[in-house]
């Protein structure tokens, strides 16, 4: 019996029911929010390791030139009560972030990878979070461990691409776990890339948490003992911080987000508003159910991209995000123009 | 820049808060309460193929004569409303029960490892969930990819041991996500171990969540748009099914549950009220200060022994799982002997 072949995996979501649609939208984030949540909440304790990180990696690529995307991947958690071992999850494998990532690193920009801690990571993507465990992909032979023969050409290839992200310090991965550790950490790097102006291009493909219990009101809020032994749950919406990323963390840096829906008579619509609401430059909108075979941008002027794998592509496994990402390097290459003219002004 | 080093988890609890004292206990799950719950939530669509896998194993089983555990391990999620992306979840990397299984399978044991899907899993929880991501443990060689050597010979060992288990047919990994498909996979991987009467071992590991949301008021139970935009999810006490496991289940099988505290003066209360309430064979009490140093066997005739590194082992990075097993499996063939009498009562 070796490991039985599986059919199934336990932790996909049902695309029929993955959105509800009866949540509220929630507030755009003022500056009153932003000052109210980051005095209310307290930094993670590990903040000025990641920002002293962060801060060498900026100066290190202020020398060599190179652009700097910050790619945000994974699902936020939102811990309940003061019982940090329950907590709200938003399922996010990771899977557009961390191929997105390779794709800048192909096309020349320095990566950084603020990702849930664990979930897939750029180049070893390639080997986690499958069917295999990581054992699966080794043999023995003369008394030595070696890789799989099947694989290991493919495994040479990806290896050396990774060790190119490396030596050449152009990936640095950053984690997070709980929503507060996602949104201290990108207001610390969103500050730290000011530096280099509209160089710094943000791809915020993580899934962050809509509510969240304020830690004000953590110790006051516990599990409500109820006659019946129910739990309660009261949450708050997560203020919307993108519009303080374009207005005030990076206003001159070029800003992307995902919007992901199942039904596509509303997407365009919800991209639209969003663009409306946030003012930045650039939304992905993707379907749950086709989000590896087509994508749409949708940019301010109102203009409907849509980028889809031919079927060639498609069968020969392609990666979408192969085409996204040129195609997104050339909206920034856009963006650079259009503020360096208005930083600018002809005379 | 090399991969920086980092000093942090953003994924651990705190201690201080991680356990709410202020949660009710949750009543016992009698026959109707099982009748109730497995006839209002629908089975896993993928159950039937888990139990043709577990029955081939069990099969296998009695022809080698080997007792079988049933490890289950990691936390079970908890889907909320009709929305599948979101969910809430237990914190637990799967350590003890991935560390277990590897013991017991050295000790004799098949292991059918029931976990929750992407978690610690053994043997390849060594290089697993570490800082190391999976590219970082190869090397390129002579055009080549190889394994560092530094790590090469101990993971020989590790792989040898994997090798060993699957080609004895010994280790059956099953997945789950949702706290419905551990119920489900539970009571039919029970059912099927009957057949091996007191030779089947239930080494119950995994972080089961105490509420969920009745699928019966999915539907109903949206998320209620306040004009606050908050949230409130209302969740319901989820049955403990350990008492029907113990009388109904599998009542002929040697059952181990786990309690964990993080206040010493109540663990050894905690776990004899469960001994009490579920009538079962063995508790393990754990703090999760020293969950990796010592933990303490509570039975119902009233011994407490703690089981305990030395200094010696601790240093030496021993693993307490070398010392819990063993003593487990002491318990084991007292409750075979034990069983035995009362089946066949000397004449």
Redesign the interface.
Known sequence: ????S??????N??VT????R???S??VAQGLDEDDYFRSHAA???LS?VEA?VD??VE?HIKTGKRIVLVTSGGT?V?????????????SAGTRGATSAEYFLENGYAVIFLHR??SL?P??RH???TTN????Y?V?KD?????NPKI?DE??V???K??QA?SS?SL??I????VN?YLYTLRSISEILKKIEDKALFYLAA?V???FLPSSRLPKH??Q??P??????????VPKFLRRLVDSWAPQAMIVSFKLETDNSILIKKATEALRRYHHQLVIGNLLQTRKKEVVFVTPNGDESWIRLTDDQDSSNAEIESIIIPAVIQEHDKWTVKWKAEKEPSN
Chains 1, 2 share one sequence.
């Not at 599986?6 to 932790?11: E, G, I, L």
């Not at 984690?175 to 709980?178: A, I, Q, S």
């Open positions: 019996m070796q490991s039985p599986k059919n199934y995996h336990t932790s979501p049902e029911s993955a959105i509800d009866d949540a509220p929630h507030p993670p304790s590990y390791e990180q060498q990696f290190h958690t811990p309940l009560e003061n019982n940090t071992v329950r907590f709200i999850d938003n399922f801690e664990f990571l180049y070893s080997y986690s979070h465990c990581f054992l699966d080794m023995e008394d030595k461990v070696e890789i290991a495994m040479l990806v290896l050396r990774y060790t490396k310090m640095l991965p984690p997070f776990t709980t550790q899934a948490s809509d509510f516990k599990i003992a109820q019946s032994g129910k739990l309660i749950v009261d949450l708050e919406a």
